[in-house]
């Protein structure tokens, strides 16, 4: 019987990958375009909802270490979203239609995948299931989870930028770089405004209606993934020193920098299409329209998506799943991507790998393998399943999840240095152990 993946997004074409590899027949089942969501606008496999990035590629960095990890593992995702990429400074930015077509094309061509368009309402004990619906998830597939784990859903709310076509972009007001300098000169358009331009985008931005939140609903953001007006709330100095930092972007034409900045970055290699960095927001589309045209660069901009929120739902990771990613109702479940407790695109990859992985071993008998506590994998692996329960929310990648040092570095380029070289040198251990027939 076929190992079931459920869910398209990230995860689960991770999950499927690996199982197959593995030499395991996988069926990947996803709902689009039968059923869709409030956040996707294709029926693409891998389709990004949020922003291009992929995060950071800075040596010694945690997003860097764990897709470093993640190339090393054989991560298909990763391969695809180098083939995708497109110039984002010091990120990994991919092209979506790019970076979704290769993902399709590699399962599609795999003998041993075959992909089923059709929603998942019920989670039965057989066959061994990967569970990587995304925060998203349809009702009857939430309702099915929630009878098995006893509890209700935890969720909080997640944000989308705006995106603007790049003809409608007033380049005389716009200048091109990368903060500081690093990345390619042409990555991002940086969008200035003085001061008596923030001053008024902020007291527009301040008094903006935002569509309301059901009744019912309480207000529970991502503190890393704050809405623009949310933001707002804290005051203009949040504004200047977040999304609109001007810090290591001076403008060519002044050699200063300007007050406050909006950046845009490229949506593909075409460059046809800007996405707003940090602009993700919940402002009604003509209100949000009129407020962000107060930038000056962005006066006459045609957007192609509007910034939206949506409710995102998770698991209380550590109280029903086990070290393995299992569901310790039922332990030929395993859960990966967001509804396990991550947040961000590199780390929904990370758990779909290890739960294919995971779930492979399940299925030849086999005891699981889990990565090294020194790795950014382990690590990550540790924050969901071992955490206290109280407070427990989803978690980026950082370096403060790996464990300390044997002996405090105060200096924290050489700390960073010593911690990625332990996490990869445990990395190399553990995939020789975890070696993958051709």
């Known amino acids: 019987m076929p190992v079931r993946v459920i869910g398209g997004g990230l995860a689960g074409p991770e999950a499927a990958w690996q199982l197959a590899q593995r030499g395991l027949q996988v069926e990947l089942w996803e709902m689009r375009p039968r059923v869709s969501t409030p956040a996707h606008q294709t029926a693409a496999l891998g389709e990004l909802v949020c922003s291009n990035s992929l995060k950071s590629e800075a040596p010694n960095s945690a997003p860097w270490l764990l897709k470093q990890e993640l190339r090393r593992a054989g991560s298909l995702l990763l391969a695809c979203a180098d083939q995708a990429a497109v110039p984002g400074g010091q990120a990994l930015a991919v092209d979506r239609e790019r970076f979704s077509a290769a993902i399709e094309r590699a399962l599609a061509a795999h003998p041993r995948i075959r992909i089923r368009r059709q929603e998942a309402t019920a989670l039965p004990p057989d066959p061994i299931t990967v569970l990587a619906a995304g925060p998203l998830c349809s009702g009857p597939l939430a309702q099915a989870l929630a009878r098995l784990t006893g509890q209700s859903h935890l969720y909080f709310y ?15 007001r716009a200048y091109s770089g990368s903060r500081y300098g690093k990345g390619g000169d042409q990555d991002y358009l940086n969008c200035p405004l003085d001061r008596l331009e923030f001053e008024r985008f902020y007291r527009a ?16 953001f991502f503190e890393a993934c704050l809405p623009l007006e949310e933001l707002a709330r804290r005051g203009p100095e949040t504004l200047r020193f ?19 900045v909006v950046q845009l970055r490229r949506e593909n290699l075409r460059a046809d299409s800007y996405n707003l960095v940090g602009f993700q927001n919940h402002l009604r589309f003509g209100t949000q329209a009129e407020v962000l045209r107060l930038v000056p660069a962005l006066e006459r901009a045609r957007f192609l998506r509007f910034g939206q929120v949506h409710r995102n739902s998770y698991l209380l990771a550590p109280a029903v799943l086990d070290g393995g990613l299992r569901l310790r109702a039922q332990p030929s479940l395993f859960v990966a991507g967001q509804l396990c407790g991550t947040e961000g695109y590199v780390e929904a990859i990370a758990t779909g790998l290890l739960a294919g992985r995971f779930a492979a071993a399940a299925a030849a008998g086999e005891p699981l393998q889990p990565p090294p506590r020194a790795t950014a994998l382990g690590s990550l692996l540790h924050y969901i399943t071992r955490s206290p329960l109280q407070h427990y929310a989803p978690a980026n990648i950082t370096l403060d999840l790996l464990p300390a040092l044997p002996a405090p570095v105060r200096d924290r380029a050489a700390r960073h240095q010593q911690q990625c070289s332990a996490a990869l040198a445990a990395a190399e251990s553990w995939l020789v152990a975890e070696e993958v027939p051709a």
């Open 205 to 220: 931005l301040a008094a903006a209606p935002s569509y309301p939140l059901r009744a019912f609903e309480e207000p529970r």
């Open 242 to 260: 977040g999304p609109m930092k001007p810090v290591g972007l001076p403008d060519p034409r002044t050699g200063r920098e300007p007050y406050a």
């Open 158 to 172: 997640d944000a989308i930028s705006p995106i603007v076509e790049a003809e409608s972009i007033a380049r005389e």
